[in-house]
């Protein structure tokens, strides 16, 4: 049985794993709106909010959160901007485990993720709970690059990348889907690459709440 390692091989599954519209790049170049912040350790936590079970809220000093159990995730990366990164190894807390520490009240159906500076991003719950979703401390090996979302981002491989935030400082819990930051200004609040559901005009029936 084949390893799968020729290159006539790789070249068949990257074809079948790159979504419509979308163009290989190797390289990882930072994209974001706004300024890189400044990670400064005894001002920085992060929290889990909004309807968690007990309804109170969750938080973690930096200390506090490197000692949550992490895994290593590999995963495509694809930017709306019609590129997308393969095989990219991220490291940090799994969605799941959080989510096992820091439960959601039963009515939860959407969570919001937000970074320094109020970018936000939504997402349904249950995409959220993905097993690839990872909140990174780590890409390739190394700490990410403050550019890149030093000291802590989201990732979520299975849509489009501004829903990875960076930078991440919290999570709501959230009863009812809310825009974030780029659904509210013309980009999809679905955001499935597969789908190539990029902006808001694109949007049907049922896959949001009005722009
Ligand atoms: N806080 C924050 N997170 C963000 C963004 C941003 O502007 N601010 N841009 C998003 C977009 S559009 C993309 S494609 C990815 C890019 O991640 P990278 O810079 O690590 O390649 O970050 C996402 N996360
Ligand atoms: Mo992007």
Redo the contacts with the bound molecule.
């Keep these: 049985m084949s390893d799968g390692t020729g290159d006539g091989d790789r070249e068949d599954t990257r074809a079948v794993r790159l979504p419509p519209g979308q163009a290989l790049r190797s390289e ?7 300024p890189v912040p400044t990670f400064r350790e005894h001002r920085w936590d992060f929290r889990v909010m909004g309807v968690t079970e007990t309804l109170g809220s969750h938080r973690w000093t930096w200390e506090e959160f490197g000692r949550l159990p992490t895994t290593d995730s590999v995963s495509d ?1 694809h ?3 019609r590129f997308s990164v393969p095989d990219v190894r991220w490291r940090g807390v799994r969605a799941v485990d959080l989510v096992r520490v820091a439960p959601p009240g039963p009515e939860v159906t959407h969570v919001m993720a937000w ?2 500076y109020g ?1 936000s991003a939504n997402l349904p719950l249950e995409t959220f709970l993905d097993e690839d979703v990872v909140l990174a401390t780590h890409r390739g090996g190394e700490p990410l690059a403050p ?3 030093f000291p802590l ?1 989201l990732v979520v491989p299975r849509l489009y ?2 829903k ?4 991440l400082r919290a999570v709501e819990y959230m009863t009812a889907d809310r825009r974030g930051f780029w659904e509210e200004r013309g980009y999809h609040n679905r955001a499935d690459p597969w789908r190539e559901q990029r902006f808001s005009y694109q949007e049907e029936p049922g896959h949001g709440p009005p722009p």
């Design positions: 990882h170049r930072a994209l974001h709106y706004g990366f930017c709306v901007m970074g320094e970018y550019e890149h979302g981002r990348g501004w990875s935030v960076k930078w």
